[in-house]
């Protein structure tokens, strides 16, 4: 990662392979889903689809830099973007 850019709040850096991870905590599986279903259109909107792993109340993201590269602004970006969707409450 650039030293010029700044880690996302609650968001690790991995070196092998570079990468960015962070695992969000829900309170139940509605509000899991609703990260989930949100964070597919970040994904197609940005074209970053980061590897997921979740289960009933969480959800482990793993962002990769591209073509084995550390995160660059695109990722650190996606980071802040799935970071305030993870905040969105699901509607009633």
């Given amino acids: ?13 991995v070196k ?12 139940a599986y509605a509000q899991t889903r ?5 964070l ?4 197609e909107q940005s ?3 980061p590897d997921l792993g979740f289960g009933t109340t969480h959800v482990n993201v793993t962002v990769h ?6 995160p660059g602004s695109a990722e ?3 980071a802040l ?4 969707l993870a905040q969105a409450e699901p509607a009633s």
Avoid: C, K, N
Avoid at 1 to 13: A, F, R, V
Avoid at 16 to 27: K, S, T
Avoid at 34 to 38: A, E, S, Y
Avoid at 81 to 84: R, T
């Fill in 65 to 70: 830099g591209g073509d084995g590269a550390p």
């Fill in 81 to 84: 973007a799935a970071a305030e």
């Fill in 34 to 38: 609703h990260f989930l279903d949100r």
């Fill in 47 to 49: 074209g970053l689809y």
């Fill in 76 to 78: 650190i970006a996606f």
């Fill in 1 to 13: 990662m650039s030293e010029t850019l700044m880690l996302p709040d609650g968001w690790t850096l």
């Fill in 16 to 27: 092998r392979p570079p990468a960015l991870v962070r695992r969000f905590q829900f309170g």
């Fill in 40 to 43: 597919a259109a970040l994904s």
